[in-house]
């Protein structure tokens, strides 16, 4: 694995095997990163809570010991001292009735860096595809904007709202029905609420590892972020597996310039800080 030649030296959205769709070890997430000539990462392992159960298991995939988490990741973060800055964060699953519950959770542990993510539309993933079946792409996009308005109207306690438009990757057409015109009533609305709440978004680089052939959300959204006077916007390939940590982040410096950004945030103790790109 070759280092990245990139301005944006902290990739802030990785999984592990804390998460139900990694298995990944922790080290080898961290080896990776500094392989790739990253300098700071945030391990933000999945909370979905009320997430359909597994047909198998009957379980919560989405689910992990907190307390366990906290003492792993800290002992890893001393290892890791002098050769990579190790931050412990966390991705909520957000759902309209899960407010009072993830802030429970946010209060109790001192998390780093929390994102806020879309994962169920009205309690469908639409990673399974189901969601789609006798729709259009279109309806389902628009209806993933409507309920991260819903979530966005009951749940703050994260700090950036994570992949905007994740919902194209899993599109049986996937961009083909979708652009930042065809639903910026919408798009607009969701930005104008997150920089009403101090928020910021995230600047996903999965979209290129799920052949989208753009980042999440698309560049045409975070310009308008920028616009219409967003300021935080951090940095993450959304890896599961070593090879994926920070993916694409050769594009990612000019990606941020091009939509008028000079800058890309890291967070600590739940603070912004700011970087130059």
């Known amino acids: 694995m070759k280092p990245a030649e990139t301005d944006v030296k902290a990739d802030f959205h990785m999984h592990t095997e804390f998460s139900g ?21 945030c391990i ?15 379980a919560n995939p989405f689910l992990f010991d907190l307390d366990q988490y906290f003492q792993v990741l800290r002992e890893i973060k001393k290892e890791y001292a002098d050769r990579l800055d190790v931050r412990i964060g966390v991705e ?13 959770i946010t209060e109790k542990y001192p998390f780093d860096f929390v994102i806020g993510s879309l994962h169920l539309i009205h309690g469908q993933d639409p990673y399974d595809g189901v969601i ?7 309806d389902v996009y628009r209806e993933a904007f409507q309920a991260t308005l819903e979530n966005l109207d009951h749940v703050s306690d994260f700090d950036v709202l994570g992949h905007l438009d994740y919902v194209v990757r899993y ?21 104008k ?19 989208l052939g753009f980042c999440n959300p698309h560049p045409d959204v975070i310009r308008r972020y920028r616009e219409l006077g967003g300021e935080i916007i951090t940095v993450g390939a959304d890896a599961h597996r070593p090879e994926h940590v920070a993916f694409d982040f050769e594009k990612a410096g000019d990606i941020l310039r091009a939509c008028g950004f000079r800058y890309y945030a890291e967070y600590r103790n739940r603070k912004p800080i700011f970087r130059q790109v």
Request: hydrophobic content about 30%; aromatic content about 8%.
């Open 21 to 41: 769709d990694s298995d990944a070890p922790v080290r080898t997430m961290l080896d990776a990163a500094l392989e790739r000539g990253m300098e700071a990462v």
């Open 44 to 58: 933000t392992d999945h909370i979905d809570e009320d997430y359909p159960e597994d047909s198998v298991t009957g």
């Open 92 to 104: 909520l699953g957000l759902q309209p009735h899960l407010g009072e519950r993830y802030g429970r």
């Open 132 to 138: 789609f079946e006798g729709r259009s792409d279109a």
């Open 171 to 191: 599109g049986r057409r996937q961009a083909r029905e979708y652009s930042y015109q065809a639903f910026s009533d919408e798009i607009d609305e969701i930005l």
């Open 193 to 211: 609420k997150v920089i009403h709440m101090g928020k910021g978004i995230e600047m996903n680089m999965g979209g290129f590892k799920y052949g």
